[in-house]
């Protein structure tokens, strides 16, 4: 720690000298020795300082002859080019703005909790414990499965909800997202049909017109999709797929009944139609509800999730568990593609913070955190007039309806003008049939968003 703390110090002097004109372009950097009695540092810690500094274009190289400042002054201030914030208010548009924006943007229509949230201290001891572990976890590809021991974890977790599977009917994936992206890949043909909730996740939209599907929407209740819509949707359209969330529904947060799950997937069967199941909030649910995966025993329904609401966004892993012929056909296809499973880095991270046994209280307070800034929240959107459409039993997402005439993408544009991302209702309908809705994560609704939602809300339609 001394010696990294050394060596940023070194890195600052160098960079204050070059703000300061102090060394200009072409000068040549004091020598090694030189410059480390002047620091009062070790020779090793300049020649580590000097090599960052040349990794990064602030200084330059020359072998024989020393480092120097580049003849053009390296940009001291960087910055990432802003997205597009007028761009059409599409499927992509929350992800853009929510990925590409600055700290200083607010970002209450994202789909993470804020990094306070996170495990941080559990991740920084499965760090701490990968940088003493084997060589090949930092150099080597990731196994075509993923690692046995992460797989085992998520058999037994399973087990618990009642699904009993092997750890071989498990694929790890590097997100969610690249499992539901393998199995598109796998079972679908252009112009094949693809059930959705409406609304649903808007990139389930995204990813599924790369694929040049034809999507079909059913509108989504509280306790599940409109049966007697779904039964005709696959009388009319005969559907290769059916992408859902059964608990915590994105965007809704309602959740699957029992008699909703085993009407539907008996309709399934009937018809001959695949189920995805997305349980990527499956953690934040405070007593298990129905699964459909769980109630048809993986025949018809592939389960997929991943650890980023949770754990990390950042260290991305996802799995996928199904019927052991598709696992087998979609672990060809990711080596075919990704040439192996997820990064042995992150598989690692991932399986050392669940078996901490700080995780599960981490979860739990995860969930109590949710459940009181939940009611909290909703109260004070109700008092704007802005009404959630159910209250959730877990999870961090609002969906609500404006006001009467009240337009959520032009309140969204309005709202980022002042640096505030929100969600409105259209990207996640497919049908465009929620102009009037808004999703809010509620962790992250911080002071300047309520204050901007005040000034949009109180701005009169154009």
């Not at 053009?72 to 499927?91: C, F, G």
């Amino acid at each position: 720690m001394a010696q990294a703390r050394r060596t940023t110090e070194v890195m600052e002097a160098i960079r204050r000298k070059l703000a300061t004109r102090a060394l200009t372009p072409g000068e040549r950097l004091p020598s090694i020795r030189r410059f480390a009695a002047v620091m009062g540092v070790s020779p090793s810690t300049i020649v580590e300082a000097y090599d960052r500094l040349v990794a990064e274009g602030v200084i330059r190289s020359q072998p024989g002859s020393g480092f120097y400042v580049p003849g053009v002054p390296a940009s001291l201030d960087l910055h990432l080019p802003e997205p597009q914030r007028e761009r059409d208010v599409d499927p992509l548009w929350v992800s853009r703005q929510s990925l590409d924006t600055g700290r200083d943007v607010v970002k209450p229509g994202c789909g993470w909790l804020p990094p306070d949230w996170m495990p941080q201290a559990a991740m920084r001891r499965a760090l701490r414990q990968l940088a003493r572990g084997p060589d090949a976890i930092l150099t080597d590809y990731g196994s075509s499965l993923g690692p046995v021991n992460l797989r085992r974890i998520l058999a037994r977790q399973f087990a618990e909800e009642g699904l009993e599977i092997s750890p071989e009917s498990i694929l790890l994936a590097t997100s969610a997202s690249q499992s539901i992206d393998l199995i598109c890949r796998s079972l679908l043909r252009p112009g094949d049909t693809v059930l959705v909730d409406d609304p649903c996740y808007f990139n389930f939209q995204a990813l599924l017109r790369v694929y040049k599907a034809r999507i079909v929407s059913v509108p989504f209740t509280p306790v599940g999709p409109d049966l007697a819509q779904f039964a005709q949707a696959l009388t009319a359209h005969h559907p290769r797929l059916y992408i859902t969330n059964s608990a915590l529904h994105n965007p809704t947060g309602g959740t699957m009944t029992a008699q909703t799950a085993h009407r539907l997937l008996k309709l399934a069967e009937a018809h001959g139609l695949t189920i995805i199941e997305d349980d990527t909030f499956a953690a934040l649910e405070p007593d298990l509800s129905p699964r459909l995966a769980t109630l048809d025993g993986l025949e018809r329904v592939i389960r997929i999730g991943s650890f980023s609401k949770t754990l990390s966004a950042s260290i991305r892993c996802g799995y996928i568990a199904g019927p052991p012929d598709l696992i087998a056909a979609l672990t060809d296809l990711q080596v075919a593609t990704n040439f192996g499973g997820p990064s042995p880095v992150a598989t690692e991270i991932v399986h050392a913070t669940l078996s901490d046994g700080s995780y599960r209280k981490h979860v739990e307070g995860i969930r109590r955190r949710l459940a009181r800034i939940r009611k909290d929240t909703s109260a004070r959107l109700v008092a704007m007039g802005i009404t959630p459409w159910l209250m959730p039993r877990g999870g961090f997402y609002l969906w609500c309806a404006l006001p009467q005439g009240r337009d959520a993408s032009d309140i969204a544009r309005a709202a980022m003008r002042r640096n505030v991302v929100l969600a409105p209702g259209n990207i996640f309908s497919p049908a465009q049939t929620a102009a009037g809705f808004m999703r809010f994560n509620v962790s992250q609704m911080h002071d300047p968003t309520w204050e901007v939602v005040a000034q949009v809300m109180n701005t009169p339609p154009a």
